[in-house]
């Protein structure tokens, strides 16, 4: 299975690039992490907020890979243990379909990105800087890749 990533957000510090690509490599082939950044649209005078939010939408649209799940994460989405996680991914394994998680820009996501998606997953009720929920979204795929594995990386 291949999950994507389809994130707004480009030319990010190393430190979010290292620590991405830490978790992703140490996925195995049954489960690979795919990057696709999404060039933030131009905030400027005069551009509303909707403008901006639309614009990154159809831009995350085009991104999703044919036939993928698509998991849009929101605050408002649900929450998963690490053990549910684990469950989601095992469940996403065995459709035998890819999964593209959906991460918007500073200001959201699109609503049709919302009702493009299957299931909503928020990573908690905090507020995180987006370059940070890559670096937290590919760990917590490892942990919960590691969980279905028998690897001792999760310590419940």
Partial sequence: MKIYLIAVGNRLSDWVVTGYQEYA???QSD????LREIAPARRGKGQSVAAVVAAEGERILKAIPA???VVALEVEGRAWSTEQLAARCSHWLASGRDVALLVGGPEGLAEECRQRAEESWSLSP????HPLV????????YRAWSLLHNHPYHRA
């Fill in 67 to 69: 036939g993928s799940r």
């Fill in 25 to 27: 490599r140490r996925l």
């Fill in 134 to 141: 890559r670096v937290m979204l590919a760990e917590q795929l």
């Fill in 126 to 129: 905090l507020t995180f800087p």
């Fill in 31 to 34: 489960c690979t992490l795919h």
